[in-house]
């Protein structure tokens, strides 16, 4: 037979919209209450700050915490585009915004990921440097959704300390590896309480649970954070944007665990690959 | 850290019924469109395989990327539905050379 060579298939953007995503980051666990969306509204102020173009998406569609967590003003739309919502110029997206908070989103899977899907598609992110995607917890239907839609250039994993959290986030790892995406690191939360008083860190819920698991994986523990009054509160009442608000230690470990992120994403190297194709057949 | 997780540097159509992929680690397979159809990982075909006698005429419409760990093949006979891993269509490509 002949051979009839065609040409490559090359890269193509999908997208109906045309936004331009450089990088986009999944804050991820595998277990629930750990601090994703901290550690994510965190990072996101952090890039900010650095000079960079920020958005965040809030995959949590049954838990979704980012409308309440940055206040941001509401999402408009204009047929079927819709313009994210802003918080100190960070662009904000969660099933949060268009629900009434005090409503279930009963959904199956199939649903859930379709509406994922819109909130990805549909949104005018316009040029970003980083899009953070909230990852809700597990390791099923939703994260296998969104690991299909995008491609996800890094992931951290956020974990506290103790034996029974770890237990989770391996899985989420074994995940990430599966669908060939790579990990910059690991942020160990709800580390430590600082005792006002006596100023002594105690350690509610062990101690050393992040560094075993980066060692485990070989990963980069990218950093430490406190449980915190005034990070509880900044949540509660969307006050991550304001620094005034955080002591000189809290801001010291937020900015360490942003530096080694940095650090970490540089390392790992954007390889001669396609990314995103489509080959059409020709008969 | 540096991960080298397996990727598709080129993938091409050779011939009408040649599928041709240059991994991340430099080797190259070519794939025959008939046997990924016969081979289709979804659940539905896991049950039941299609019949041999309709695969002669298989052909792709699109092959497309999947997040980066897979391709998506939707082909002429409808049917759309499987996920083929980059770490299948890896061992598929090993097992067939090994096999001459």
Redesign the interface.
Known sequence: ?????????TDTNTQPIKNKIHSIIAVASGKGGVGKSTVSVLLAHFLKKRGYRVGILDADIYGPSLALMTKASPPSQEGNTIFPGKSSDISVISVGMFADPNKAQVLRGPMAANLLGQLYRQVAWGELDFLIIDYPPGTGDIQLSL??????NAALLVTTPQDLALLDVRKAISMF???????A?IVENMSYFTCSNCQEKHYLLGQGGGAKLAKEF???ELGSLPANQDLTRAGDKGLFGDDSYFSPQLLEAIEKVGVSFLG?LA???P????????????? | MSQESLAIKEIWQKNSITLGIKWSDNQEFLYDVRTLRALCPCAGCQAQRPANELLEQVRPKTITSVGSYALKIDFNDGHNTGIYSFEFLKDLGEQQKKQG
């Open positions: 037979m002949v051979d009839m060579e065609q040409p490559l298939a690991s299909q839609l995008l491609t996800v590896k599966t669908l060939n995406v790579p990990l690191g070989g990963l980069c970490e390392k790992i190297r390889a001669p690959n396609l990314s995103s194709f489509t080959l059409n057949w020709r008969s």
